[in-house]
């Protein structure tokens, strides 16, 4: 007896002869992930262009499951949903002011009546004009509406495949508020909703304080998918006592060596011929590299294309690195990069090696501290002259020549092993690919567009927002980069294209055609998603593509019929199984259901 399951979203059944599929003896040449390297050989996707793939029938079904799921979830969470358009009017960006700002990932473009328009990176803009004027009393929020849409950045280095292509597609949800207590209901509500969503979809991610990049606002968190490969976008700090989690980016924590004081008596000026490194320069004192204070110069760029690059120096404790997307925040720039040999010697006058702020001050040369630096004393720094070093210097040494303001910012990268900043146990380190982020935007596109809505006593105000986005495209590229191993994809069953492959060895055989065909018609029967490999290729084919594709099941009906028995494999197992026939359907069927 076969048991039957409610029928699910998909009811749907395929003949593998039938099936609009192209699988690739080898890896694509440009791919470098290996989710990009198995979509693209399992026939998923196909490269259009640069960044630009089209979603092949089994990369549509992935990519509907994963959108099903999230509209669920977001629905039960008391969200609605519209559809917003693709191409935007340049009119709301400029009053929201980030036409001006954005840089080049911005594809603008004229229509025929000279209007200036863009393809849609984001929302934020359009969402906020579609409110105002609705959402126009206090007695109508909250609000939460979300859509499922395309969107197009025209990235410098596409790469990754779908983790970081230019055309992709994602869930934007926007929230509208009277207060900030309801917005931090509503986060904490999208907070919950995402873990629900990822969980449905067999990832295991982790929720991650984060810099909130060109979408804005004060607090922002990203849940990432932790993935041992080498194409995690960042780094994730964690702690395994408390569960403080940020990527590096917004990472923090409690340096577990505070000793930093360079026990040198007097301030000395010392020859140190060709000695250029912090490790060598450690050795020729005999100090720890912490008792260094580092100079590097920068140079930042600006969105607004009008504002010029600008030279930043940035002073940090010897042993420890510059996180550049804080130091692009504390400065206000777009990007920023470390100068070379040339601009360095331009803009302080001296060598790379020998480098400190000493009379920068007039040098049109931007100064930041490390909070790291803080607590130096009696320490080592360049003397800005070449082969020279300075011993025993302190803040209280600095002179309005050298530095106009002491400014302190949060600039470093974390390393693992210091120590947790809310507890103290010493912080991990893994990769993570982001699949999802929410944003508390406050008011910060409302109040430029001049989106309002009326309080209790007749006055204005803008809308308090939050943002959350969903990477519906990224989340099933994610799932691969998570799920595989050397023979192809390990698809979670509940965003499988298909559940289940039956495979009849011998398809000149017609006891093991009809039984594959019975089989294949009692999971139809059962709501199962299933394709038979009714092709006359040899066995090893079907096997190697049933591997390569990722289904979560196969059920192989070959000669042991004649023990009245087929075999059952599950992908992400070993072991194969000999069952009855029913007993593997009924296998089939249970498992999806468990998984429902």
């Not at 991650?208 to 990049?213: K, L, N, P, T, Y």
């Amino acid at each position: 007896m076969v048991i039957e399951i409610e029928p699910n979203f998909y009811e749907d059944f395929m003949r593998a002869s039938k099936l609009f599929i192209q699988t690739l003896r080898d890896f694509p040449n440009d791919a470098e992930a290996m989710s990009h390297k198995l979509l693209v050989r399992a026939g998923f996707i196909k490269k259009l262009a640069n960044g630009i793939y089209t979603y092949m029938p089994l990369m549509k079904r992935v990519l509907d499951k994963v959108s099903k799921i999230t509209r669920e979830e977001m629905n039960a969470a008391g969200a609605q949903e519209l559809l917003m358009p693709f191409v935007q009017p340049a009119e709301l960006w400029q009053k929201s002011g980030r036409w001006q700002v954005y840089g080049k990932e911005l594809m603008r473009m004229k229509d025929r009546h000279d209007n200036e328009m863009c393809l849609a990176p984001t929302h934020e803009e359009v969402v906020t004009s579609v409110a105002d004027g609705i959402l126009a009393s206090y007695k109508q929020l909250p609000v939460n509406l979300y859509h499922i849409q395309l969107k197009f950045r025209d990235e410098i280095r596409p790469r990754f495949g779908l983790l970081r292509g230019r055309e992709f597609i994602m869930k934007d949800a926007y929230s509208f508020h009277t207060s900030e207590e309801s917005l931090d209901e509503e986060y904490q509500n999208m907070a919950e909703a995402y873990k629900k969503i990822f969980k449905r979809c067999g990832l295991e991610t982790r929720m991650v304080q984060s810099d909130s990049g060109a979408i804005g606002g004060s607090v922002s968190h990203e849940f990432m998918v932790l993935v041992d490969t080498a194409v995690g976008e960042d780094d994730v700090f964690y702690c395994e006592k408390c569960g403080y989690s940020a990527n590096s980016n917004h990472a923090i924590s409690k340096l577990n060596e505070t000793e930093t004081d360079g026990g040198f008596k007097e301030l000395k000026t010392v020859d140190t011929p060709n000695v250029k490194t912090i490790e060598d320069l450690a050795k020729f004192f005999n100090i720890k590299e912490n008792c260094i204070l580092k100079a590097v110069l920068y140079i930042a760029s600006f969105a607004d294309e009008e504002t010029p690059d600008k030279p930043v120096l940035v002073m940090i404790r010897g042993d420890k690195e510059v996180e550049e997307t804080k130091l692009s925040n504390a400065v206000g720039a777009l990007e920023v990069r470390k100068a070379v040999d040339e601009e360095v010697v331009e803009a302080l006058g001296c060598e790379p090696g020998y480098l400190s702020f000493l009379g920068a001050a007039d040098k049109n040369v931007e100064i930041l501290f490390d909070e790291t630096a803080r607590g130096m004393n009696n320490f080592v720094i360049g003397a800005n002259e070449p082969h020279k070093h300075i011993t025993g210097y302190n803040f209280s040494d600095i002179t309005e020549k050298d530095v106009k303001e002491v400014k302190f910012f949060d600039i470093s990268l974390v390393k693992a092993g210091e120590g947790c900043p809310d507890c103290g146990a010493p912080l991990k380190i893994t990769r993570g690919i982001e699949v999802g982020n929410i944003f508390k935007l406050g008011t910060k596109y409302s109040k430029p567009m001049n989106a309002l809505y009326t309080d209790e006593n007749g006055k204005t105000h803008p809308y308090i927002m939050g943002c959350y986005g969903i990477g519906i495209s990224r989340t099933a590229a994610a799932a691969v980069e998570r799920y595989h191993d050397e023979f192809g994809i390990i698809w979670p069953l509940e965003i499988a294209p298909y559940h289940a492959v039956v495979v009849p060895v011998n398809t000149n055989d017609e006891a093991q055609v009809k039984l594959a065909e019975e089989i294949y018609e009692k999971l139809k029967k059962a709501g199962i998603e299933v394709v038979l490999d009714d092709r006359a290729d040899r066995a090893g084919v079907k096997f190697k593509d049933a591997d390569l594709i990722g289904y979560p099941f196969r059920i192989t009906v070959g000669k042991t019929i004649a023990e009245g028995l087929v075999e059952f494999k599950k992908r992400d197992e070993k072991d194969v199984l000999k069952l009855s026939p029913d007993e593997a359907v009924n296998l089939v069927v249970e498992q999806v259901s468990a998984a429902k």
